[in-house]
C-alpha cells in the first residue's frame, strides 16, 4: 500500500506547488504549519446552557491558554448567542490552508452552527481575545432549503464554506450539505438531493478530488436522547460515502456493518498525497481505516475498543470512542473515550497497523483519575484538540446535552472541564497537566458544558491542503 | 381570542399559570408572558421542550376509573401545529407533550423543565 497514492497531477488540481504563491490564509504545507505557528495561547471553546433551566443562551468561550498570563486556564470572554436553544456544537473557520495561495483571503471568521435551532453565526475574531458576533442567518433561511441541524464546517477553497446537515426542514431524513459564499450568505444546496440519506460529519482531500461523509441519524432520532430501540431499527448509521468532490456526487458507499456503528469524525491524513484516512464508529467502539486502492475506496477495523464490566451497570460498558484527530505530522491518532474515561495515542505511521503508545485513563466510568486541583471529573473526554506541533492534547467533557443526561446526569449540575496532556512525540507518550483546569462549572450565569476546541490560527482538524 | 389556562409546574420548582390563546403554542405564550421554557429547534424535532401532562379539566391520572389509563390523554387537552417528531408513540402515551407546537384545547397541568426531557430515554446499559 503506498501512502504517496496521487490520482491527479497538480496541474489537474489547479495548485502548482513548483510554484507555489502563499499570499492567502493558513500554511502552505502541514510542515509549515508545524514549524511556522506559535504555541496556542487562546482557544475557542463552544459552550451550552442548552436543555438547562439557566435561561441563557449557548456562548463561545475564548480560554487562555497562555502560561505566562495572569488569566491563564480562564475563560476572558463569553461571546453570547442572540437566542436560546442552539446546542452549539462544531464549528469551523471561513478559510484555511486549502485557500493559503488566495491573495486577500484570511482566516478570521468563526461559523457557528446550532445543532438543535439550525442557526448558523458568524463571529468576527479580528481582535481574538474580543470576538464579535457580526452575522446570523436564521433557522427559516435555512429550512427553505429543505435542511436543518448544521454541523460540521469547512472552508472550501476560493472563499466558500461548506456545512454538513443532517436532517430535512422536519428533522428527518434526507440531509445533505448548505454551501455559503464568502458574504456568509446561503450559496444553495451543495450536492442534488437525495445522494445520502444520513449525515454527520465530512472531510475532503481536494487533490485526490474526494470527499468522504459519515453518518449519525435523523435530528428526531438523536436530539431526544439515545435509545437502543432506534439501533434495533436501523435509524443509526454504518456507512460511509466517497464523493466525487469536484461534482459533489456520491461515487461508492461503503457498509462498515456492525462494527461500524455511529461513524462519527472522520479524518484525512493531512498531506494532500494521502488517500489514507481514519473514522471512529463511536456504538460499536472502534477505529476503521480507510484507504483507495485499484481506483475504489475500502475500509478495515484496525482499532477494536473492548466493553468493560461495571458494578453498578446490567450490561457491559462500551468505550464509546466519539472523537478522533490525527497529528500535524500524520504520525498519530489521538482519541477519547467518552464512557470509558480514556484519552488514547495510536502510532499510525502505518496506517493499516496502527500500534497503541500510550492512553491516559481519566474521567468517565472507569477512570484512575476523578479529579484534579480537587475538581471531582463529572465525565470522560470527549472533544479533543491538538497543538500543532503535537506537544499538548487539550479535551472537554460533553458530548450532546440529551445524551449527556444519560449517561454522565453529572455534568448538567457541574458543568464540564477541558483538561490536557503533555505529549512527548518522539516518545510516544502522554502525561495529565494537573497544573491546567478550566472549570465551566464556574461560569457566571451557571454551569455551562463545553463541546469542540478550536486554535485561532488552525488547528489539527480544521485545515485541508490542496 | 379564546384561550386556556396551562399551568406550567417545575418539579421541584415554581409553579405558574399561563393563559394560551387558540393559535399560539404554550412556548409562545409563556415567553409573550415573560416566563421562560427550555427548547431547542421550535419545529417539534428535537424534544427539548418537552412537558407531561399532569391533569386536563381537573381530571388527574389518579381520577382514571377506566382502566385503560387515558384519563389524561394528550389529544383532549392538545392540538398540534405540526407532526411532534421527537416523541414515539409510547411517549405520547404517556402524557408527553412537545410544547413549541403545542396550543391548549382545555385548562390542563402539565410538568416542565430539564428534568422532563431527561425522562425520555435513560442508560439503556444500567
Known amino acids: ?466 | 381570542m379564546p384561550s386556556h389556562d396551562v399551568t406550567l409546574e417545575w418539579i421541584n420548582g415554581p409553579t405558574r399559570t399561563v393563559a394560551v390563546d387558540a393559535d399560539e403554542t404554550v412556548l409562545q405564550a409563556t415567553e409573550r408572558a415573560g416566563g421562560t421554557l427550555p427548547y431547542g429547534c421550535r419545529t417539534g424535532a428535537c424534544g427539548t421542550c418537552v412537558g407531561r401532562l399532569l391533569e386536563v379539566d381537573g381530571v388527574t391520572k389518579a381520577d382514571d376509573r377506566t382502566g385503560d389509563g387515558r384519563a389524561v390523554d394528550v389529544d383532549d387537552a392538545f392540538t398540534y401545529r405540526r407532526a411532534p417528531r421527537a416523541l414515539k408513540p409510547r411517549h405520547q402515551d404517556d402524557g408527553y407533550v412537545l410544547l413549541c407546537i403545542a396550543s391548549p384545547r382545555a385548562d390542563c397541568r402539565v410538568a416542565v423543565g430539564s428534568q422532563v426531557q431527561s425522562e425520555l430515554v435513560d442508560n439503556p446499559w444500567k
Not at chain 1, 54 to 77: G, K, M, N, Q, R
Not at chain 1, 153 to 168: R, T
Not at chain 1, 192 to 211: A, L
Not at chain 1, 304 to 322: G, K, N, S
Request: proline share 6%; with cysteine; net charge negative.
Open chain 1, 1 to 466: 500500500m503506498s501512502d504517496a497514492n496521487t490520482n491527479r497531477s497538480e496541474s489537474e488540481s489547479g495548485h502548482d506547488h513548483a510554484d507555489h504563491h502563499h499570499a492567502g490564509p493558513g500554511y502552505a504545507t502541514p510542515q509549515a504549519a508545524i514549524e511556522e505557528s506559535e504555541r496556542e495561547t487562546l482557544a475557542y471553546v463552544m459552550g451550552l446552557y442548552v436543555g438547562t433551566d439557566i435561561d441563557e443562551p449557548d456562548f463561545v468561550a475564548v480560554v487562555d491558554l497562555d502560561p505566562d498570563s495572569e488569566t491563564y486556564c480562564e475563560i476572558v470572554d463569553r461571546v453570547e448567542m442572540p437566542a436560546r436553544g442552539d446546542e452549539l456544537h462544531h464549528f469551523g473557520w471561513n478559510a484555511c490552508s486549502s485557500s493559503c495561495h488566495v491573495e486577500g483571503l484570511e482566516r478570521r471568521h468563526l461559523i457557528v452552527p446550532g445543532q438543535r435551532s439550525s442557526r448558523i453565526h458568524v463571529i468576527d475574531t479580528k481582535d481574538r481575545r474580543d470576538p464579535e458576533l457580526v452575522e446570523v442567518i436564521e433557522p427559516e433561511e435555512v429550512f427553505e432549503y429543505d435542511l436543518s441541524a448544521p454541523h460540521t464546517v469547512h472552508c472550501v477553497p476560493d472563499g466558500k464554506i461548506l456545512l454538513s446537515m443532517l436532517g430535512d426542514a422536519d428533522g428527518e431524513l434526507p440531509g445533505g450539505f448548505l454551501e455559503l459564499n464568502d458574504d456568509f450568505e446561503i450559496e444553495g444546496r451543495w450536492e442534488p438531493p437525495g445522494e445520502i440519506e444520513m449525515n454527520y460529519d465530512y472531510w475532503y482531500q481536494p487533490r485526490q478530488n474526494v470527499m468522504v461523509s459519515s453518518e449519525w441519524a435523523a435530528p428526531a432520532t438523536y436530539q431526544p436522547g439515545f435509545d437502543l430501540e432506534d439501533v434495533e431499527d436501523g435509524k443509526y448509521g454504518q456507512q460511509l460515502h466517497v464523493w466525487d468532490w469536484e461534482e459533489g456526487t456520491v461515487e461508492q458507499t461503503i457498509d462498515l456493518g456492525e462494527e461500524g456503528l455511529i461513524p462519527l469524525e472522520v479524518r484525512f491524513l493531512h498531506t494532500p498525497e494521502s488517500t489514507h484516512g481514519f473514522v471512529g464508529a463511536a456504538l460499536s467502539s472502534n477505529v476503521f481505516h480507510f484507504w483507495e486502492e485499484d481506483g475504489e475506496y475500502r475500509a478495515e477495523k484496525v482499532i477494536d475498543f473492548e466493553a468493560r464490566e461495571h458494578p453498578d451497570w446490567d450490561m457491559p460498558v462500551p468505550a464509546l470512542p466519539t472523537d478522533i484527530l490525527i497529528s500535524m505530522d500524520d504520525r498519530y491518532l489521538f482519541g477519547s473515550n467518552w464512557l470509558h474515561g480514556e484519552v488514547w495515542m495510536y502510532d499510525v505511521s502505518d496506517p493499516a497497523n496502527p500500534q497503541r503508545a500510550d492512553s491516559l485513563s481519566v474521567g468517565g466510568h472507569f477512570g484512575e483519575v476523578q479529579e484534579v486541583q480537587g475538581r471531582e471529573l463529572a465525565a470522560g473526554p470527549q472533544m479533543v484538540q491538538l497543538s500543532l506541533d503535537g506537544e499538548r492534547l487539550y479535551w472537554t467533557t460533553s458530548l450532546f446535552s440529551t445524551w449527556d443526561d444519560q449517561f454522565y446526569p453529572e455534568e448538567a449540575e457541574r458543568g464540564s472541564v477541558m483538561l490536557k496532556a503533555d505529549v512527548d512525540p518522539r516518545k510516544g507518550t502522554l502525561e495529565l497537566d494537573e497544573d491546567f483546569l478550566v472549570d465551566f462549572g464556574e461560569c457566571p450565569a451557571g454551569p455551562a458544558r463545553a463541546h469542540e476546541i478550536r486554535w485561532p490560527d488552525g488547528d489539527c482538524t480544521s485545515d485541508v491542503w490542496q
